[in-house]
């Protein structure tokens, strides 16, 4: 008995002697252990920091690069389609409007041969709106053969739009300025909203006068309409060499385009008009260059011909990438509040 705790208090005694040659553990091989320790500890903290750090920086490189891929306007986007004078039957018609979807996010316009909208108008999906292609502003109702006036694109049901300007309307129907202006005045006292083409001949693009086209053209259209009238006017620039073609105009220099037209806006009105203004390019759109367009900051959607007659193409440019653009707006809102 008295042996062993004689054993034990030697032990206890010599483990506080700095190189104890005794086999226990002396008191720097502890000092050594805690540091050991510590240092191990250090370097996992140092790598869970590390590891939440990357983290970090990976997700904000993935949301810059999301938001720089998607949709960069601050406006609500629109898609349209111009069906001109297609398709050849009423129930071809019936069949495109049933076939419509509506895609959350973005406003999705058609506009049908005017002797198709009422059918349309019963069969398409009630978010997609509709608007006529042309419209008569000589007079209410009379003896104008061929003409539809505003009173009665107002009896029809869903009709939202005038498209006024577009560059078939120009050249092959010699609307000019003046006309197109009164079809402007007449759409927005009529109470809806007039979508806006302008745009340049191929000769025009080449002799470098485009935005003096545009601007002209502008002008001349919107002349006497009011800084709070501009709610319901939609410009889209159509570049005629594009329309039909299959030459879609580069998307850097359509945004070029648009942020001249966005320029002339701000000079006539303000710049709350400017940046409210919703902007849209037309000419050849399809699905292939959709996104690259979509990305411009002064794109606010697209005019699309020829491919919104088939549903599911027309489709898939509605469905362009819109990256974190909800999720900004919504931000933005809250923080308004
Ligand atoms: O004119 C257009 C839309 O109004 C564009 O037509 P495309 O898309 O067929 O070129």
Not at 135 to 151: D, I, K
Not at 239 to 258: E, F
């Amino acid at each position: 008995m008295g042996g062993s705790s004689s054993k034990s208090l030697a032990k206890s005694s010599c483990c506080r002697i700095a190189h104890c040659q005794c086999g226990c553990e002396s008191a720097s091989q502890r000092s050594n252990k805690l540091q050991h320790r510590h240092q191990s500890w250090n370097a996992k903290a140092a790598y869970t920091l590390l590891g939440r750090v990357v983290t970090m920086a990976a997700l904000i490189a993935a949301l810059m690069l999301s938001t720089a891929a998607g949709y960069s306007s601050p406006r609500a986007p629109v898609v349209a389609g111009n069906w001109k004078m297609n398709p050849s039957t009423s129930a071809e018609a019936v069949a495109l409007a049933e076939a419509l979807e509506a895609v959350d996010g973005r406003e999705v316009v058609v506009f049908p041969p005017t002797c198709y909208l009422d059918a349309v108008a019963t069969k398409a999906n009630k978010n997609v709106a509709l608007g006529a292609q042309d419209v008569c502003v000589l007079a209410e109702s009379g003896a104008y053969t061929g003409a539809v006036s505003l009173p009665m694109l107002k009896s029809m049901p869903r009709v939202d739009y005038v498209l006024c300007g577009h560059s078939e309307r120009r050249s092959l129907f010699s609307d000019d300025d003046d006309a197109i202006r009164a079809k402007v005045r007449g759409a927005l006292d009529a109470g809806f909203a007039a979508m806006l083409c302008i745009g340049e001949t191929q000769q025009e693009y080449e002799l470098g006068v485009t935005d003096d086209v545009c601007a002209l053209q502008l002008a001349k259209a919107l002349e006497g309409v009011t800084a709070a009238e501009m709610a319901n006017i939609v410009v889209a620039y159509e570049p005629v060499w594009a329309i039909g073609t299959g030459l879609v105009c580069p998307a850097d220099v359509a945004q070029r385009v648009h942020s001249s037209i966005r320029q002339r806006l701000r000079a006539t009105y303000d710049s709350s008009v400017a940046d409210s203004c919703r902007i849209l390019y037309g000419g050849s759109v399809n699905p292939s260059v959709i996104d690259g367009l979509m990305r411009q900051s002064d794109i606010d959607g697209v005019l699309v011909g020829g491919a919104s007659l088939d549903a599911a193409t027309f489709g898939q440019i509605a469905s362009f990438h819109t990256g974190w653009w909800r999720t900004r707006s919504f931000l933005k809102k809250v923080f308004r509040r």
